[in-house]
């Protein structure tokens, strides 16, 4: 057996301390570097397992120099696993996880993608803010991470995912399969009105917290401030002669699932005077919906 492979193999097995640099650490930052990809491999799982802010940076250093795609997903895992447990190097891994994540830094679309999912990961635990990364994949150069942000900023569906998905909606330099994505992630129901037993959720939280003297989770000024920036860019992309007749028919179904009372205007105008027969029907058919949601 290389005798390189042999001490990688013992050292997953060794405890290590957490020194600032520890020499062991350091011996496995040198073995990332070797001519044998095995053994690069071994460097860095192990360096992930050992999770100190001194292999965290090692790994974060190696990722742009390693050539093999495979490798550079086992040290974006290694980086992964560091923010997932939380360990003494979860800041220098993130750091690297955003550098991955950016295609001026990793060429291969998988290891973007992995980096963004581990990034997403270490969002939904608090731990960053994950909008500025998202909004960055939204002008990746592949379409794959492009229609990953939205999933993403779907999921998330706080008010601030507005405004992205609202641009890229907008956007005509955006494949139309990413446009479309985020029209329907506009009207989603993460972003739109809770329905009757959210409702009555928001309404008790509301008596709740006001007989407690505290700040209500969520109050109804922000969730009309939210739907009527939805309906903004919906209506936007439905009035521009530019949009084809798929982006603007899911706009109006978008509208339709918000059905905020900011949209009746674009409802009539579109219902009165779309050139396209489909549309000028939906959109009839939307405006009845959202009038009668007024007296509900």
């Known amino acids: 057996m290389n005798h390189g492979r042999w001490w990688l193999l ?21 073995e990332l570097h070797s001519s044998d990809a095995g ?25 742009p120099q390693e050539r093999d795609v495979a490798i550079r997903l ?24 955003g550098e991955a994540a950016g295609s001026g830094v990793e060429p291969d679309e998988l290891v973007r993608l992995r980096a963004t999912e581990a990034l997403w990961e270490a969002a939904e635990k ?10 960055r994949n939204l002008a990746d ?26 641009e890229a909606a907008l956007d005509p330099t955006q494949p139309e399969a990413v446009r479309l994505a985020a029209v329907k992630a506009l009207g989603a129901v993460s972003l739109a009105d809770p329905g009757p037993a959210g409702q009555a959720v928001v309404r008790a939280n509301l ?8 700040p209500a ?21 439905a009035r521009d002669p530019a949009s084809n007749a798929t982006l603007t028919l899911q706009a109006v179904r978008s509208i339709g699932q918000v059905k905020h009372k900011s949209a009746i205007p674009v409802l009539r105008e579109l219902a009165a005077s779309h050139r396209d027969p489909a549309i000028r029907k939906q959109a009839t058919r939307v405006l009845s919906h959202v009038l009668a949601r007024q007296y509900e």
């Open 10 to 30: 013992v050292f997953l097995g060794l405890p290590v301390t957490s020194s600032a640099q520890d020499p062991h650490i350091q011996r496995l930052g040198q």
């Open 39 to 63: 053994i690069r491999r071994q460097a860095a799982i192990a360096l992930g397992r050992v999770s100190f802010p001194q292999s965290a940076l090692l790994l974060r250093q190696a990722l």
């Open 74 to 97: 086992e040290i974006v895992r290694g980086l992964r696993n560091i923010v997932f447990m939380r360990y003494p190097g979860y800041p220098e891994a993130l750091i690297g996880l």
């Open 126 to 135: 608090d731990l960053l803010d994950p909008i500025p990364f998202l909004r």
């Open 141 to 166: 150069t592949g379409q794959r991470l492009r229609l990953s942000a939205v999933a993403m900023l779907r999921k998330l569906g706080t008010p601030r995912t507005v405004d992205p998905l609202g």
């Open 207 to 214: 008596r709740t917290t006001a007989l407690l003297g505290l």
């Open 217 to 237: 989770l969520q109050d109804s000024a922000s969730l009309e401030q939210r739907h009527a920036r939805q309906i903004a860019y919906l209506a936007q992309l």
